[in-house]
Structure formats: structure tokens, C-alpha cells
């Protein structure tokens, strides 16, 4: 995968069938009703009994509703990637305005990601990694992989800007 930096945004691309199949799970994801998944993004907060059950009136569903609208937006993304003419690869485009809810969306499908493979921070290590399933080494990859986008969108590595429109570079 590559990345750089184009007027309207983030562009990724050389998006294997993995990479795709990971970024379009991210949507999905946010709208687990898996209990594991929503206890992992909606966490108890309050050591008081009742100041939870407040906490949960009032603010999971406002939660709830913004992870609804961050898949809607991040799909809505992923509907626009595209394959490159006479490659076999894809490109999608992160607009800047689209950034911070692709960070949280990222960092929530890490999230669950790690619960749904019963994954604990020793398979996030090399011998833990070595010691792995084949699915939970797959859900390890595919964490890193949505880490990486991540830190090129909070700006962790270096991007080429090679100052020209998203359409323009897909033209060329």
C-alpha cells in the first residue's frame, strides 16, 4: 500500500483484495451488535451504579448515533475507490474533511477487532504473534494495517504531496 497527499485529501492506493476486504469490514464493525464489540466501544464509566445507568440514558445513544454516522461516512468513502486502469490495484481517497471520523472509525474496527479474535497484548508481540491462530494472526495484520492508515491521517508518516487533485493523479 502507498499513500500521498493530494489537494482534496489522502490517497491510498496498490489496495490488495485483503486491504480492501479490511476497509470495507470497518463500517460493519461500528454497527456490531456483538455484545463484546459494544462493550468494548461503550465501556462502563461510572463506579456508582446509578450514575451509569444516567451515563447510559444520556450518552450511549448519542455515542451510538455518532458511530452510526461515521460507517455511513467511511462507507460512502469506500464506494468511491477505484481500480487503476491497466493495474491490478485500487485507489480510494480520504477527504480532509472526512479525517477525523475515519480516525475514530479506524481506532473503534481496531477495537473490535481485537475482542471478536479474544486477542490480549501478547499476540500484539512477536512470540505472542508466533503463538497465534491463523485467524487471530489475520486479525493482528489486518489491526496494524488500519493502524498505519491511521498514522499517515494524524500525519506519524511521512506523506508525498505531489501537489495535484485526487482526479488529476487517477487521470495520469
Not at 451510538?64 to 460512502?76: C, D, G, H, K
Request: charged fraction near 25%; proline fraction near 3%; glycine fraction near 6%.
Amino acid at each position: 500500500m502507498w499513500w500521498l497527499r493530494v489537494a482534496e485529501g489522502f490517497a491510498f492506493g496498490g489496495l490488495d483484495a485483503v486491504t480492501l476486504e479490511t476497509l470495507k469490514g470497518v463500517p460493519m464493525l461500528l454497527e456490531s451488535s456483538d455484545v463484546r464489540v459494544r462493550e468494548r466501544l461503550l465501556p462502563e464509566t461510572c463506579d456508582d451504579a446509578e450514575d451509569e445507568a444516567e451515563w447510559r440514558r444520556h450518552s450511549v445513544p448519542e455515542l451510538e448515533r455518532l458511530f452510526l454516522s461515521r460507517a455511513q461516512l467511511v462507507r460512502r468513502d469506500l464506494a468511491g475507490i477505484r481500480k487503476l486502469a491497466n493495474f491490478d490495484a485500487h485507489v480510494m481517497l480520504i477527504p480532509d474533511g472526512h479525517t477525523n471520523a475515519w480516525l475514530a472509525s479506524l481506532n473503534a474496527a481496531r477495537l473490535a477487532l481485537f475482542v471478536l479474535n479474544d486477542l490480549t497484548a501478547e499476540h500484539m508481540e512477536a512470540e505472542g504473534y508466533a503463538k497465534a491462530t491463523t485467524l487471530q494472526q489475520s486479525a493482528v495484520l489486518r489491526i496494524h494495517l488500519l493502524a498505519e492508515i491511521q498514522s499517515v491521517l494524524l500525519g506519524d508518516l511521512e506523506v508525498e504531496d505531489p501537489g495535484v487533485s485526487f482526479e488529476d493523479f487517477i487521470l495520469e
